[in-house]
Structures are given as structure tokens and as C-alpha cells.
């Protein structure tokens, strides 16, 4: 008797996989980032990536990272990943979901999660970790009691043909 595929995707690598594949909906030139929330019983109820508000044309609004003027700059414009997860969500409260993101979030991402009741964050990259911005996420979501854990990756490949 056959039993069941063994080589199937875990939790993790699902829900980080579609993380990963949201991220690459960003038009941002230097860092894509995508975000998966799920629930307590591993339902996926929303997601992510970085990019202007609606009605702020990708073509129009600045990509440039540096830049004598702020206003020619992204980081006055772009929404993360995160926060777009959480305002995308239109089904109530995300009180007790985990959090799947390709980057480790911002202090004002790290507000927002807290304030809607997120309990986990599991991310992949900390490039950041050493800005104020990182420190104080991981300062807040100590005291709110949030925990946070790095994805244990699996180094397995996929391919998708689109
Ligand atoms: O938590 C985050 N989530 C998120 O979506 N972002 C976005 C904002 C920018 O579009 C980009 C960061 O750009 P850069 O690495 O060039 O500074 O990533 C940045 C952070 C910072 O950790
Ligand atoms: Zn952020």
C-alpha cells in the first residue's frame, strides 16, 4: 500500500514561500519585501509587499535611496510589506496571528503589529539590525510580549513555471 508524498512543503517553508513570492511583486529596486499573516490554525489571511500607497504612480514617485531633497527619496512614500499585510486584512482582528516576513520589521511596522493584537513574527533576513529603527522593533515586541524567531531555512529549491 502507498502512503503519503513525504517531500511536501512544511508550515514554515509554505507560509515563508508565499512571503517570499509576495516580495517579489515590489518594484523597489534595492529591496523587495513580502509578508504572509496566518492564524493560530495556519490559515492564511493576508499579505504583502512594499510599495506607494494606491493612486501614488511606481512610475511617478521616486526610487532613489539617497538624495539631497527627502522628497525625491522612497522612504517618505513607500508603505512596507508588513503594514500593507495588516491594512490589506479586511476580516476583523488579527489578534493571536503570526507574522511571516522577508525582513526583520521596522519600529513603526513593530507598532502596528503589536497594536493589532500579532503574537509571533517569523522572519528571515536582519540586515538592519544594527539601526535604531530594528532596535527599537525589537524593544517594543519585548515588552509587548511578541516573540520573534529567525525561519530555519531549508535550502530546498523551488521551481515554478509561470
Ligand atoms: O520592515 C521593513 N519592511 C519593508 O517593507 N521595508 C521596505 C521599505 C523600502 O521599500 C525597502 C528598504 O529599502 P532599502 O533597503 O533600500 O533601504 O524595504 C523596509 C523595512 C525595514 O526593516
Ligand atoms: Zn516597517
Redesign the pocket.
Known amino acids: 500500500m502507498s502512503g503519503k508524498r513525504n517531500d511536501y512543503l512544511s508550515w514554515d517553508e509554505y507560509f515563508m514561500g508565499v512571503a517570499m513570492l509576495s516580495g517579489m511583486r515590489?518594484k523597489?529596486p534595492?529591496?523587495q519585501?513580502g509578508c504572509c499573516i496566518v492564524s493560530q490554525d495556519n490559515k492564511i489571511l493576508s499579505m504583502g509587499?512594499?510599495g506607494f500607497p494606491i493612486g501614488c504612480s511606481d512610475d511617478e514617485f521616486p526610487w532613489a535611496?539617497e538624495g539631497e531633497d527627502p522628497l525625491e527619496t522612497?522612504?517618505v512614500y513607500?508603505t512596507?510589506?508588513?503594514l500593507n499585510a495588516i491594512l490589506n486584512y479586511s476580516g476583523g482582528s488579527l489578534a493571536g496571528a503570526k507574522l511571516y516576513?522577508t525582513?526583520?520589521?521596522?519600529n513603526e511596522?513593530a507598532k502596528a503589529i503589536i497594536q493589532s493584537g500579532i503574537r509571533e513574527v517569523i522572519y528571515d533576513c536582519d540586515k538592519?539590525a544594527d539601526t535604531a529603527?530594528?532596535q527599537a522593533s525589537k524593544r517594543m515586541m519585548d515588552a509587548a510580549g511578541v516573540r520573534y524567531h529567525q525561519y530555519h531555512r531549508t535550502n530546498r529549491n523551488i521551481e515554478i513555471s509561470l
Open positions: 515590489s523597489d534595492n529591496t519585501v509587499y512594499n535611496r522612497k522612504y513607500s512596507h510589506s508588513e516576513v525582513l526583520f520589521p521596522c511596522c538592519y529603527g530594528v
